[in-house]
């Protein structure tokens, strides 16, 4: 089972972006009794991870003005506009500067609210367990996050650019990646309708 606390593998949460499609922060629209972030942060503050990054970058005042942030380390990167791999990249170089001596990271998404404390630290158990230096959730066998990243593939996240996210990574060292099966594809909240079904789902009687 994962240790009680470690630092040997921190913890990022993506939250730069601009949501276009939704018109307004994404970040911020309600969740039960908090927000898509706010959900994010509190499952991810259950975890055994003990060192905690979130990465902003549009909106990123008015998100850190409305959202508690305790027990974060926030990253506000400068060149959000150019797309989530340049953010990956600025983080991931700022934790390993912060951190030498660390592991890995697992990167989760603000706005996957199903992701939960207990399945984040069933895949730090399975991480633990296996001989692969990545551990992806499957989606229809295809890699994705959350994921946990460690190594050399970690430093490798300093290099991406522009919108290149994790999945690319995954598609070149598939013989080094173990899946984390997941008994449902976790959703991605990018457009007004997919929020609203999901938040239906969860929350009206």
Avoid at 90 to 108: E, Q, S, W, Y
Avoid at 116 to 130: I, K
Avoid at 178 to 205: A, C, G, M, V, W
């Amino acid at each position: 089972m994962a240790s009680s606390k470690r630092s040997d593998i921190a913890l990022l949460i993506l939250a730069a972006g601009e949501s276009k499609r939704m018109g307004q922060a994404k970040q911020l629209l309600p969740w039960g009794e908090t927000t898509l972030l706010g959900q994010a942060l509190e499952q991810a503050l259950k975890t055994p991870i003990t060192r905690k990054y979130l990465l902003l970058g549009a909106r990123a005042e008015h998100i850190m003005q409305e959202v508690d942030l305790t027990g974060f380390i926030p990253l506000i990167n400068p060149d959000w506009e150019e797309g989530m791999g340049t953010g990956i990249a600025f983080a991931t170089r700022k934790m390993l500067n912060d951190l030498p001596d660390l592991k890995g990271v697992l990167i989760m998404l603000a706005d996957q609210p199903e992701v939960n404390s207990d399945l984040l630290t069933a895949m730090l158990d399975q991480f633990d367990a296996s001989e692969m230096p990545v551990l992806a959730c499957a989606y229809e066998k295809k890699a994705g996050v959350p994921a946990i990243i460690s190594g050399a593939h970690m430093k490798q996240l300093t290099s991406f650019q522009g919108d290149t996210g994790a999945r690319k990574l995954f598609k070149t060292i598939s013989d080094q990646l173990e899946l984390f099966e997941l008994n449902e594809s976790l959703q991605d909240i990018d457009d007004p309708e997919t929020y609203r079904r999901l938040h239906d789902s969860y929350f009206k009687p």
